[in-house]
């Protein structure tokens, strides 16, 4: 089994910052994959950023050269810094991981945008 927690959403100006993070307890051992999805209201969940164990970061093309995804294999913790943010950004982002063939969801954590 595999909880995840996130922590750092909140409410920001446009061109402001936040830093969002996922750290992963339980019996877990070198995680696969982590990653990043948001949804926005009325919207599919979208893949944000992904950071394998090994291999090649993914992101979304709107958030090329803005969020550089991180992870501490040590602490199973993914980190998710969000610059110069806008207002196409808001969402519920959610934590995932990849491990043991299975699929783990955080509970996700809001991030406003707004003016």
């Known amino acids: 089994q595999v909880q995840l927690v996130e922590s750092g959403g909140g409410l920001v100006q446009p061109g402001e910052s936040l830093r969002l993070s996922c750290a992963a307890s339980?019996?877990?051992?070198?995680?696969?994959?982590m990653g990043w999805y948001r949804q926005a209201p009325g919207q599919q969940r979208e893949l944000v950023a992904g950071?394998?164990?090994?291999?090649?970061?993914t992101y979304a093309d709107s958030v090329k050269g803005r969020f550089p995804i991180s992870r501490d294999h040590s602490k199973n913790t993914m980190y998710l810094p969000m610059n110069s943010l806008s207002p196409e950004d808001p969402a519920v982002y959610y934590c995932?991981?990849?491990?043991?063939?299975?699929?783990?969801w955080g509970q996700g954590t809001q991030v406003t945008v707004s003016s």
């Open positions: 339980g019996s877990v051992f070198s995680i696969n994959v």
């Open positions: 995932n991981v990849f491990y043991g063939g299975h699929n783990y």
């Open positions: 950071i394998p164990w090994r291999g090649s970061i």
